[in-house]
């Protein structure tokens, strides 16, 4: 079967036996065209089933009307949350989205940002892989403006918009010392991105500044691409997003942590790796040992105990990325000085940090 053909403004033209001119003129209610021939026109281009070709028409006015998003992993539900708000701000400001997906590879990403340099949108949002940034230089000698979301890229000097994940970990770590804990312990993933390196400064600071003793061992790193759980094999995995990295240090932890001690996550899904280690050796969350989460996931409220945990503001990141993108956009010149904005997140105190027994040995080390 042979596809329809796409209908053109010269079928109208053809059709109505005016000019193309006339017909452009119509369609976009220019003037020098009467009211009878732009209602015929219209009515024409409705029976055909004509559609105007953004494409043509963003070569023609250099303006695509089309952002590009980079985004590592959309399972995340952070990132789900971020891509409606972007989405949604930008559909406010007159706006389409291109989406562009690298599940953290150094060259995904590159080939996007050549995608969407060929594609012509008017500015890119880009959560970087973090490895490199000769392709986003690429991008904005070629005009196109780029702002990064909720990670810091120190060789680009480009506006950053992100959560303050310093100042969340200095939060959910305040709240298990307020708590009686002096026995904490930070579960991370195995990644060299910002936000973890910001959580991980943000524990450590804390402690310090409260007189607080952290041993290297405080912080124990999860590889994000290793997800062993009992039971049957999982399947693929998506990131650092699954309980199974934490379960495998959960078990760890029950045997060398003392009853009242406190364990952070980076994310809700390693706590909920964590509950079911320590549930399994016979420690219960909330009574006998803590735990904190990070990000405040739809299913943290629903555990047995329900999640202390950070609620990170996703909307607030989007919608602020994209005024900030279109403030490049619409502006003269790129060569402003870089801003970097970071959104306040907050601590959610359900029951799962306590309150605990006071701080003791299950048996030393």
Same mark, same amino acid.
């Given at each position: 079967?042979?596809?329809? !053909?796409?209908?053109?403004?010269r079928d109208?033209?053809?059709?109505?036996?005016?000019?193309?001119?006339?017909?452009?003129r119509?369609?976009?209610?220019k003037?020098?065209v009467? &009211? %009878?021939?732009r209602?015929?026109?219209?009515e024409?281009?409705e029976?055909?089933?004509?559609? &105007?070709?953004?494409?043509?028409?963003?070569?023609?006015?250099?303006?695509?009307?089309?952002l590009?998003?980079?985004?590592?992993?959309?399972?995340?539900p *952070?990132?789900a !949350?971020?891509?409606?708000?972007i989405?949604? !701000?930008?559909?406010?400001? $007159?706006?389409?989205?291109?989406?562009m997906? #690298?599940?953290?590879?150094?060259?995904? %990403? /590159? /080939?996007?940002?050549?995608?969407?340099?060929?594609?012509g949108? @008017? $500015?890119v =949002?880009?959560?970087?892989?973090?490895?490199?940034?000769?392709h986003?230089? /690429?991008l904005?000698?070629?005009? #196109?403006p780029?702002?990064?979301?909720?990670?810091?890229?120190?060789?680009? @000097?480009?506006?950053?918009?992100?959560v @303050?994940y310093?100042?969340?970990?200095?939060?959910?770590?305040?709240?298990?010392?307020d708590?009686?804990?002096?026995?904490?312990?930070?579960?991370e993933?195995?990644?060299?991105i910002?936000?973890?390196? %910001?959580?991980?400064?943000? *524990?450590?600071?804390?402690?310090?500044?409260? $007189?607080?003793?952290?041993p290297d061992?405080a912080?124990?790193r999860?590889d994000?691409?290793?997800?062993?759980?009992?039971?049957?094999?999982p399947g693929?995995v998506s +990131?650092? *997003?699954?309980?199974g990295?934490?379960y495998a240090?959960g078990?760890?932890?029950?045997?060398?942590?003392?009853r009242?001690?406190?364990? =952070?996550?980076?994310?809700?899904?390693?706590?909920? +790796?964590l509950y !079911?280690a *320590?549930? %399994?050796?016979?420690?219960?969350v909330?009574?006998?040992?803590?735990?904190?989460?990070h990000?405040d996931?739809?299913?943290?409220a629903?555990?047995?105990p329900? =999640?202390?945990t950070?609620? =990170?503001p996703?909307p607030?990141?989007g /919608?602020?990325?994209?005024?900030?993108?279109?403030?490049r956009?619409?502006?003269?010149?790129?060569?402003?000085?870089?801003?970097?904005?970071?959104?306040?997140?907050?601590?959610?105190?359900?029951?799962?940090? $306590?309150?605990? &027994?006071? &701080?003791?040995?299950?048996?030393?080390?």
């Open positions: 079967m042979t596809a329809r !053909r796409r209908p053109t403004l109208i033209a053809l059709s109505l036996d005016v000019s193309v001119n006339t017909v452009s119509a369609l976009a209610d003037d020098a009467s &009211p %009878e021939t209602e015929r026109v219209k024409e281009a029976r055909l089933g004509y559609v &105007p070709n953004s494409m043509a028409r963003s070569l023609v006015l250099r303006n695509a009307m089309t590009g998003l980079v985004i590592t992993n959309p399972s995340n *952070f990132y !949350r971020l891509i409606s708000a989405e949604e !701000r930008g559909r406010e400001r $007159g706006y389409s989205l291109m989406l997906v #690298t599940e953290d590879s150094a060259d995904n %990403e /590159r /080939r996007a940002a050549e995608e969407l340099m060929r594609w949108v @008017d $500015g =949002l880009a959560i970087p892989v973090q490895h490199g940034a000769e986003w230089h /690429r904005r000698k070629s005009g #196109t780029v702002v990064l979301l909720n990670r810091h890229l120190p060789e680009l @000097d480009a506006d950053v918009v992100g @303050d310093y100042a969340g970990a200095r939060a959910a770590t305040e709240h298990a010392l708590g009686g804990a002096r026995e904490l312990y930070l579960v993933e195995d990644l060299d910002s936000p973890v390196s %910001e959580r991980i400064r943000g *524990f450590r600071e804390t402690l310090a500044a409260r $007189g607080v003793a952290a061992d912080v124990v999860v994000p691409g290793a997800a062993p759980v009992a039971g049957p094999a693929p +990131g650092p *997003f699954d309980p990295a934490a240090v078990a760890d932890l029950a045997r060398r942590a003392g009242g001690a406190v364990v =952070l996550a980076g994310n809700d899904y390693h706590a909920l +790796g !079911r *320590f549930s %399994e050796r016979g420690l219960r909330g009574t006998d040992i803590g735990v904190v989460g990000g996931h739809p299913f943290s629903y555990l047995d329900a =999640l202390t950070v609620r =990170l996703a607030d990141v /919608r602020a990325g994209v005024d900030r993108l279109l403030e956009v619409q502006s003269a010149a790129d060569d402003a000085d870089p801003i970097r904005t970071l959104l306040a997140p907050e601590l959610v105190v359900r029951a799962s940090a $306590g309150p605990l &027994p006071h &701080p003791s040995r299950r048996g030393g080390r």
